[in-house]
């Protein structure tokens, strides 16, 4: 199919259905809500994926287009924690016009962003972020990472030894890896 009229250009398209999820959210009574918003997001959730791309149109590739569009959330988390002066590092308060202040900063914010998640992950090994959890839910993490992060950096109570970092180090390679097999 081709996009726009003045210049046009060519794209496939994929559909993607996914298997409902069984979520309902649940009023105090133990009935599924039925409000306009409740009724608008279950109907959004229903809808399709429409993916456009300018990749050749194979199912292998299909496959790999839907599961890199199903991270944009985590993505999109990301930049909100960087950007963020409530929840994250608070990049937005930068006010630099120049492109090469504009280059150091945002190597400063990565930089910080590692270390945080360093941190993070070590808490997680050790279950110490359940400490932050305001939930009882165990089996998933709650909190953003960058979120988590913050906590844990601030928090007093706890020290961290060299080698909770160094097992820290081993699984974010672990995940990084696990993620480059998907490419």
Known sequence: MELARSSPFR?????????????????????????????????????PWLLATFLPATSTLAKQIVKLYRTRMQIEESFRDVKSVRFGIGFELNVTRSADRLQILLLVAMIATFV????????????????????TIKDRHVLSTIYLDMRVANDQRFKFQLK?????????????SAHGEDW
Do not use: D
């Not at 259905?17 to 409000?35: D, F, L």
């Open 164 to 176: 909770e970092l160094k097992t820290a180090v081993i699984i974010l390679n672990q995940v990084v």
């Open 116 to 135: 945080l998640w360093l941190l993070g992950m070590t808490a997680r090994h050790s279950n110490r972020h359940l400490h932050y959890q305001a939930n």
């Open 11 to 47: 794209c496939h398209f994929v559909l993607y259905k996914g298997k409902p999820k069984g979520r309902s959210k649940i009023t105090y009574h133990g009935e599924r809500a039925r409000s306009k918003h409740n009724e608008q997001c279950a109907k959004r959730e229903r809808e």
